[in-house]
């Protein structure tokens, strides 16, 4: 069974500038999750999608990210415009999302992102 | 407000000795939990979860243990191995916020060939 995938794996960009990062989750996996890891920090999450719905984007910060999962299944998170602070490794993870309980996530490479 | 805490960067264990990595947690709906071990450049991997129903939970080498009443969950490794060095974080959520997961900030372990 293929993981999560993710692309770039690498992108440096400037400030102000724009980015987008692609997710597509294991194949049947209904929900879908956006996670911001800073250095030395555990992942945070910025958002969660339930097939093309947004359950949950309290921790994303809306002025400047978006997110969307058109169809149900891939889904990008966009940054515009890009801060210093925005430097950090950005994992997509999915679950089987059947069950209103508790899921293990399976998370993606993730993709580095560095802000000059 | 970190809800979930690891409070040891980093763990050094020679191998075949047994690993002990901690977690605290401060949110007592917490009712989930799990660890996940990363490597360098890849994302975090499940290793194991506990329900709060239950206080220990065993896959092979690994099993970890809840203590409630403290708020502290930890991953057991025995033996170690020199392919267990990587970055562990546990991960904790409530039956009230869904699926969402509270990561800690991740205990850096090496294995001592």
């Known amino acids: 069974e293929a993981g999560v995938a993710q692309s770039p794996r690498y992108k440096i960009i400037e400030k102000r500038q724009s980015v987008a990062f692609w997710c597509n989750p294991i194949?049947?996996?209904?929900?879908l999750y956006w996670y911001q890891q800073i250095l030395g920090q555990g992942p945070k999450l910025l958002i969660q999608?339930?097939?093309?719905?947004?359950?949950?984007d309290s921790q994303l910060p809306k002025d400047r990210f978006s997110a969307e999962r058109l169809k149900g299944v891939d889904s990008t998170l966009k940054i515009q415009p890009a801060k210093l602070e925005d430097s950090a490794v950005y994992l997509c993870?999915?679950?089987?999302?059947?069950?209103?309980?508790?899921?293990?996530?399976?998370f993606g490479p993730g993709t580095r992102l560095l802000v000059l | 407000d970190q809800q979930v805490k690891q409070n040891s960067p980093s763990l050094s264990v020679q191998e075949g000795r047994i690993s002990i990595l901690n977690c605290d947690y401060t949110?007592?709906?917490?009712?989930?939990f799990l660890w996940y071990k990363k490597y360098p450049a890849e994302g975090p991997t499940f290793l194991i979860s506990?329900?709060?129903?239950?206080d220990k939970n065993e896959d092979g080498r690994f099993t970890v243990f809840l203590n409630k009443s403290a708020k502290h969950l930890s991953l057991h490794i025995v033996p170690s191995q020199p392919g267990d060095s990587a970055v562990y974080f546990c991960?904790?959520?409530?039956?009230?916020?869904?699926?969402?997961?509270?990561f800690g900030t991740g205990t850096s372990l090496t294995v001592i060939p």
């Open positions: 993870a999915s679950s089987p999302g059947q069950r209103r309980v508790q899921e293990t996530q399976y």
């Open positions: 194949s049947g996996h209904a929900t």
């Open positions: 999608f339930q097939n093309n719905g947004v359950v949950d």
């Open positions: 949110n007592s709906m917490f009712d989930y």
């Open positions: 506990i329900s709060s129903i239950k």
């Open positions: 991960a904790a959520s409530a039956m009230y916020t869904g699926n969402q997961f509270y």
